[in-house]
């Protein structure tokens, strides 16, 4: 699966959008760009995926570039609540295991 | 039902105790997983049931023993553990045998964080 490259850390103030970058300039085409957090000690929870198009769901937006090398994570409004490690992760379609990096943490502030 | 209910939240133990560690889920999933995390680390696989057989073991030492009693339980028992396998462990579920990325995605428990001493 390829690699994935994300900051260590990231400030965003509460009700402004939070913009997550990811790079995965190795992808594949066969390989998915999905999206977890975990809230601090809490497990890993599913936000969203996508393959070629940009994707919208409750949670969030996945922005991915045409080349597919980079892709963006929005939370549109955060909150305190969204405080968490954001994890992107890049997964061929018939791979067995999901493997996390290390991730970007984000923190929400006032 | 869309959780993944793990026992105990809390678990300490001395290196000679033997304890275990619990996950259900009720969604009909046929695959389940362990997962290892250790302080400010991503978490890492450790055992993947496929139709409650073993399908993958990430080479984890034999004082950890998988259990998958059936659809909906998966057990992790633990015996002869050291101060390092102190962690959060994780247990997981997918709709799929093989998760078919692209269309399904990992549900995940809230944890059993162990303390060894």
């Known amino acids: 699966d390829a690699k994935t490259t994300q900051p260590t850390s990231m400030d965003c103030a509460e009700g402004r959008a939070a913009n997550l970058p990811c790079n995965h300039s190795?992808?594949?085409?066969?390989?998915?760009v999905y999206w977890y957090r975990q809230i601090h000690s809490q497990g890993p929870q599913y936000i969203i995926h996508?393959?070629?198009n940009n994707e919208t769901n409750e949670m969030a937006s996945l922005i991915i570039t045409e080349d597919r090398k980079s892709s963006t994570l929005i939370l549109p409004h955060a909150t305190l609540r969204d405080t968490a490690v954001y994890y992107c992760?890049?997964?061929?379609?018939?791979?067995?295991?999901?493997?996390f990096g290390t991730g970007t943490r984000l923190q929400v502030t006032l | 039902d869309t959780e993944v209910t793990q026992t105990p939240k809390h678990l300490v133990m001395g290196m000679t105790n033997k304890k275990s560690l619990k996950c259900e889920q009720h969604?009909?999933?046929?695959?389940m997983y362990w997962y290892k995390q250790k302080a400010k680390k991503p978490p890492e696989l450790m055992f993947v049931?496929?139709?409650?057989?073993l399908s993958i073991n990430e080479s984890v030492p034999s004082r950890f023993s998988p259990e998958c009693p059936n659809s909906s339980l998966l057990n992790l028992h633990l015996h002869a553990l050291q101060p390092e396998d102190s962690a959060l462990y994780l247990c997981?579920?997918?709709?799929?045998?093989?998760?078919?990325w692209g269309t399904g995605e990992l549900f995940f428990g809230e944890g059993s964080r162990l303390t060894v001493l």
């Open positions: 997981a579920s997918s709709p799929q045998a093989q998760t078919v």
């Open positions: 049931y496929s139709y409650e057989k």
């Open positions: 992760i890049v997964i061929s379609g018939t791979a067995s295991k999901l493997t």
């Open positions: 996508g393959l070629k």
């Open positions: 969604m009909g999933h046929r695959a």
């Open positions: 190795t992808i594949s085409g066969n390989e998915y």
